[in-house]
């Protein structure tokens, strides 16, 4: 079983302060992310949505566990009526008139692991989609 978290790292030709609204003004994360009711970048703030695949969607319950403003964002990652808790973790890195993003994914290992839904193979392609093109489209519009 693969217990290695799962990272994907972008540069995009935005300043950080733009991924930092980005990926904490719910607005602005309805644009390319999910359809969040209430987002807040702070500590212990609980918020969900839905997403998964054309067959199945997931409840997803997510709660803000770090945040270090402009630079770095934590949040749990669960699924209503299953088991298995993981935690997503943003970071923002200044490269000038670039800004490079890690996305880290850790737990999926924790995640039932007899449906493909759960498999680190669609964790992979999820995020591929989701930070190489969803929130690069958003940002270079």
């Known amino acids: 079983m693969e217990t290695s978290p799962f990272v994907i ?3 995009y030709n935005v300043k950080p ?3 930092w609204q980005a990926i904490t003004d719910k607005d602005k994360m309805k644009e ?3 359809d969040l009711k209430e987002f807040k970048p702070e500590i212990g703030f609980k918020f969900e949505f839905s997403g998964g695949s054309e067959e199945q969607q997931y409840l997803h319950l997510c709660e ?3 945040v270090i403003p402009g630079k770095k964002l934590s949040h749990s990652w669960q699924y209503d009526g299953y088991p298995g808790e993981s935690f997503v973790t943003w970071e923002i890195f200044d490269e000038g008139d670039k800004t490079r993003v890690k996305l880290t994914h850790t737990g999926l290992h924790t995640f039932p ?4 839904d759960f498999s680190r193979e669609s964790f992979t392609a999820g995020w591929t989609h989701i930070v190489g093109i969803s929130l690069k489209e958003y940002l270079e519009k």
């Open 32 to 34: 390319w992310y999910f």
């Open 64 to 66: 803000v566990t770090e």
């Open 113 to 116: 692991q007899n449906s493909k």
């Open 17 to 19: 302060d733009r991924v």
């Open 9 to 11: 790292e972008r540069t």
